[in-house]
């Protein structure tokens, strides 16, 4: 019987392949060209989603951590404070990456078109300041709060895998983690959900125009186009995503307590975004197509 974990295992796997992938070409466009800055930040989301899938809920670490023979207390630590802090940064980059997209794609005469030219300026403290720092730091409580399930009647751990669970807090110390962590969240969504208008409202204007040139080359869709779609189908799709896992995981942490059921709806979840991302990206970016199409008329 095909169980629950073997399609978790295979979800994992698959989004694993297509991440590793999406990875190696962009080290190769970074590398060899000059690239652009949607690049740079789209590599980063690639390697954040790796190890989110590697870290999402012991799916594919756990017989590594065996084979090294890691203590439990260790490798729960290490893996819940790691999809921790991808979670917080596969949003936050998620989140940069329609505000980059909404301001590459404003006309000259709109108030952010003044902001194109400092956006790479810029972005190496966007990265690993603001976002990367404070992702780590507001996830380090878990490595005080984690460990190796024992007994939930005699200690009140919260089982969250098989094998690990989050100790009992003082409920001062959990209301201002959910809270600033539900602010942080709220806030990207946010964001993503205001540029995404402002990029549809923009499409549908130039479809418009397109249309009253009556030209077949301007109806074709430009690069900017693919990647403003696309950007747009993984802000929809993750914001989806994302209320349904933050409705569990309210709904858990309010009960003290996690279904069977919830923790594997969750999984699947964890994993679904960062499998749907780089199919998207592949698909939609020609140079992508080109290099696959190449490989394969090699092999033929």
């Known amino acids: 019987m095909f169980s629950l974990e073997n399609i978790l295992y295979f979800q994992a796997g698959l989004g694993f392949l297509a991440n590793m992938f999406l990875l190696v070409f962009y080290i190769f466009i970074i590398l060899g060209h000059r690239p652009k800055l949607i690049d740079l930040i789209s590599c980063q989301l690639t390697f954040i989603h790796i190890l989110m899938i590697l870290t999402g809920g012991n799916v594919m670490l756990t017989d590594i951590f065996e084979s090294l023979n890691v203590e439990n207390d260790i490798k729960c630590k290490a893996t819940l404070y790691t999809n921790r802090v991808m979670r917080g940064l596969s949003i936050s980059i998620t989140c940069l990456l329609s505000v980059i997209q909404a301001v ?162 969750q999984k699947f979840l964890m994993n679904t975004y960062p499998i749907i991302t780089p199919l998207l990206q592949i698909s939609s970016d020609m140079r992508v197509i080109n290099v696959m199409k190449t490989l394969q008329s090699k092999c033929h």
Not at 124 to 134: D, G, K, L, P, Q
Not at 195 to 219: D, E, G, P, W
């Open 104 to 265: 590459t794609i404003s006309p000259s005469t709109s108030m952010l078109a003044k902001f194109k030219h400092k956006l790479r300026k810029h972005m190496v403290n966007a990265f690993f300041f603001y976002i990367w720092s404070f992702n780590f730091s507001l996830s380090s409580i878990l490595i005080f709060y984690t460990g190796g399930f024992t007994n939930v009647s005699e200690t009140k751990q919260m089982k969250i895998t098989k094998s690990c669970s989050i100790l009992p807090m003082n409920y001062i110390i959990r209301g201002i983690v959910v809270t600033v962590t539900t602010v942080r969240d709220v806030f990207l969504v946010g964001v993503m959900l205001i540029t995404s208008a402002y990029m549809v409202i923009i499409l549908f204007r130039h479809q418009r125009q397109c249309k009253h040139l009556h030209s077949i080359n301007h109806l074709r869709a430009s690069p900017e186009k693919r990647a403003t779609q696309t950007i747009l189908l993984l802000v929809v799709f993750f914001v989806v995503m994302y209320w349904v896992d933050f409705i569990l995981s309210s709904t858990s942490v309010t009960l003290w307590m996690y279904d069977p059921v919830i923790l594997t709806v």
